[in-house]
Structures are given as structure tokens and as C-alpha cells.
T-cell receptor, first 114, second 114 residues
Framework: AQSVSQHNHHVILSEAASLELGCNYS??????LFWYVQYPGQHLQLLLK??????LVKGIKGFEAEFIKSKFSFNLRKPSVQWSDTAEYFC????????????FGTGTRLKVLA | ETGVTQSPTHLIKTRGQQVTLRCSSQ?????VSWYQQALGQGPQFIFQ???????GRGNFPPRFSGLQFPNYSSELNVNALELDDSALYLC?????????????FGPGTRLTVL
């Protein structure tokens, strides 16, 4: 079955610490990969996405993610987090062809301490 | 904030009733997707509508149905409500091209089934 796994459910970091959030997927065929973020009181919004080409993708606010096809992974990273990065982060995947579905992981709640 | 709006904001129903939720898509978007987000979970894909037809469906029973109108707005209908249907229902609009399939989310409708 198609699925997305986010291994870290809650992460607490101090400001300036480095961040890496894990995402693994199980999906046959070629996929598109996404990270979405939900800041407190705001809508879900796109952080970054991968469709093809360079597997290292840069997004907004200094975030980046690396697609490793052999590991079915798309981990999110930021070298130095800020208090304003406190939010919930969701990894998502859809297939580039075939039956349309958009699958989200369960999310990771990040709290950054000032 | 996106240009996606949803109504109502909150809704309380009793088991067995029917409910209709509404969504207006962002200007220029012709595709609408619906998601159910239970507490502590990621959004779960219900279905997507493109040109007034269902374009893909997740693992939801037939009592979850939808409509899309010529102006691309959409409705989600749920019949025979069950307690487990209590959740945040999210609408997202996007363009048709799957390769640029960023979902633009609305604020959601919080449904409580008693």
C-alpha cells in the first residue's frame, strides 16, 4: 500500500540548532515529493517540492530537502533553526502518472526554544 | 493566506445526519481536492475534482461524495454521519498539471459529530 512515514512526531530544538526531519515513502512508480508547513493559526502551505532534476531542493526560509531514490527518502533540513520555525511539518507524495492520489505523512511538530 | 475559502468554519451534527461543506478555489485554479484531517494526523485525501468530474479518490466510502461547479467551486457531502467523521475538513485548489501539483489549502471546516 502507498504510504508516507515521518519518524519524528515531536522535535524540540534550541535556536541555532540544526534540523533534520525524516520522511520515507512507499509508492510504486515515479513520484513528486513535497514538504508542507503549518504555522500556528495559519493554513497549510508549501515549503518545497521535488519533481525531477537536482535531488537537492531548496525551499523558502532556508529549508532544503534531499531526494534519495534508493532509500525512498526525502528528508527536510535546515542548518540553523529560528523560533519562528515552530510549526507542524508534513511530508507528502503523489504519483506522476496513474490513479491520482495525494498522500501525507502524519506530521512532525517542531518546537524551537528561544 | 491563500485565496481558498471554506464555509462554514465550524459545524456540529448528530450521528446519522447529512452535511454539506463548501469551498471556493483560488483564482486561476481549476482543480479542487478534499482532505480529512483527524486530530494528530496528517491530511487524508478524500477525492479530487477536475472539470466537474471526480479525478481520483482515496479510501473513503461512497457516503462521501462531492460536486464541482462551472466556476470551479466545490462541495463535499457526507451522508449518514458517524462519530469518526469528526475532523477538520480541508479543501485545496491547484492547477491541472500534475507536475506542478502544489496544493493551496483553505482554513478548513471543523466538523463535530455527536
Amino acid at each position: 500500500a502507498q504510504s508516507v512515514s515521518q519518524h519524528n512526531h515531536h522535535v524540540i530544538l534550541s535556536e541555532a540548532a540544526s534540523l533534520e526531519l525524516g520522511c520515507n515513502y512507499s509508492y510504486g512508480g515515479t513520484v513528486n515529493l513535497f514538504w508542507y508547513v503549518q504555522y500556528p493559526g495559519q493554513h497549510l502551505q508549501l515549503l518545497l517540492k521535488y519533481f525531477s532534476g537536482d535531488p537537492l531542493v531548496k525551499g523558502i526560509k532556508g529549508f532544503e530537502a534531499e531526494f534519495i531514490k534508493s532509500k525512498f527518502s526525502f528528508n527536510l533540513r535546515k542548518p540553523s533553526v529560528q523560533w519562528s520555525d515552530t510549526a507542524e511539518y508534513f511530508c507528502a507524495v503523489n504519483a506522476q502518472s496513474g490513479t491520482y492520489k495525494y498522500i501525507f505523512g502524519t506530521g512532525t511538530r517542531l518546537k524551537v526554544l528561544a | 493566506e491563500t485565496g481558498v475559502t471554506q464555509s462554514p468554519t465550524h459545524l456540529i451534527k448528530t450521528r446519522g445526519q447529512q452535511v454539506t461543506l463548501r469551498c471556493s478555489s483560488q483564482s486561476g485554479h481549476n482543480t479542487v481536492s478534499w482532505y480529512q484531517q483527524a486530530l494528530g494526523q496528517g491530511p487524508q485525501f478524500i477525492f479530487q475534482y477536475y472539470r466537474e468530474e471526480e479525478n481520483g479518490r482515496g479510501n473513503f466510502p461512497p457516503r462521501f461524495s462531492g460536486l464541482q461547479f462551472p466556476n470551479y467551486s466545490s462541495e463535499l457531502n457526507v451522508n449518514a454521519l458517524e462519530l469518526d467523521d469528526s475532523a477538520l475538513y480541508l479543501c485545496a485548489s491547484s492547477g491541472r498539471d500534475r507536475s506542478t501539483d502544489t496544493q493551496y489549502f483553505g482554513p478548513g471546516t471543523r466538523l463535530t459529530v455527536l
